[in-house]
């Protein structure tokens, strides 16, 4: 497990997932955000996207999945904010790149990116913290 003393700052990671045709439904199961846009094309056509959007809380559970494996301990995780800024079509790959930028009195705090295959911003303003106040 790592402690402290393993983050610096300007470290940084990276996680990259896919939005297949299933994972709004998937997600739509796992948290009961069955709203049409998420989980019908023809909403999603109706609304002006492609098809289907993933939920924006998916979006941002892949952002806390980045963070837990660079922390190594989903427990440390006190703080995690981002602003939704563009939707997640069915077919995209979200790229979520973490940098460290301080390591202050037991916190360590990392700046998030997320972007799609177009390079276009889909979080806006991400931040984590993970507190190691308390070495295990």
Not at 44 to 62: S, V
Not at 102 to 110: D, N
């Amino acid at each position: 497990m790592k402690r402290l003393a393993d983050f610096r700052p300007g470290d940084t990671f990276v996680l990259t997932r896919t939005c297949d045709r299933y994972r709004p439904v998937y997600y739509a199961a796992a948290s009961g955000d069955f709203n049409p846009i998420h989980v019908d094309p023809e909403v999603g056509r109706q609304a002006g996207f492609p098809g289907a959007i993933l939920q924006g809380m998916c979006t941002l559970a892949w952002a806390a999945d980045a963070c837990v494996g660079y922390f190594d301990d989903p427990a440390r995780i006190r703080r995690l904010r981002a602003r939704f800024s563009r939707p997640v079509n069915v077919g995209d790959t979200v790229t979520v790149t973490g940098r460290c930028v301080a390591v202050e009195g037991g916190t360590v705090r990392v700046e998030l990116s997320a972007v799609n295959q177009h390079g276009q911003e889909v979080l806006k303003g991400a931040v984590a913290e993970a507190s190691f106040g308390e070495e295990r």
